[in-house]
């Protein structure tokens, strides 16, 4: 995973940062924890992607949009394998967002597609938040690693918010 993580640092010119620590436990037993981050900067707007292994299987990404006006706000769930099945929509992920312009961008998304098609073929996961906070616009995602593929989702993630602060930046 440091390979890839260091291939994507380079590609996109972001920070690549590795900590490989242990964890007490307690009663002398330890854990080992791995966090691989990568922390980026697109048109004034800072961002990093973090996954964490070790006592727990967890990524996480956030972007921090300064804008002095209020953003559309949004929310991106996907359904579980177990759910869809009983599903009749197709589609794994359900957006909701009450602005027409960002709700159609993020329907039409090439890079929220590529992350749909690893949510299908894949146990991904995720859960994305977009909302107001005092100090700006804060885009969460949170997702556990706990499937095998789970190298394939850093880079179209990335790419992703950085549509995301294109768009959200207009």
């Known amino acids: 995973m440091v390979q890839l993580f260091e291939a994507i640092a380079e590609e996109e010119k972001a920070e690549f940062i590795f900590n490989n620590e242990l964890y007490s436990l307690g009663d002398d037993a330890t854990t080992p924890e791995k966090i691989f981050k990568l922390a980026a900067e697109h048109k004034g707007a800072d961002f990093w992607i973090r996954n964490i292994l070790g006592t727990q299987a967890v990524g996480e990404a956030e972007l921090l949009i300064k804008s ?91 790419h992703f918010y950085k549509k995301l602060i294109d768009q959200l930046s207009n």
């Open 68 to 158: 002095p006006i209020l953003l559309p706000e949004f929310e991106i769930k996907s359904k579980s394998h177990f759910a869809s099945i009983f599903s009749r929509k197709k589609s794994r992920l359900k957006i909701h967002c009450e602005n027409p312009t960002l709700d159609l961008f993020l329907h039409k998304s090439p890079e929220l597609s590529l992350l749909h098609d690893l949510i299908k073929e894949t146990q991904f996961e995720p859960y994305i938040t977009g909302e107001n906070k005092l100090d700006g616009f804060l885009i969460r995602t949170e997702y556990h690693l706990q499937f095998v593929e789970r190298t394939e989702v850093i880079r179209p993630l990335f």
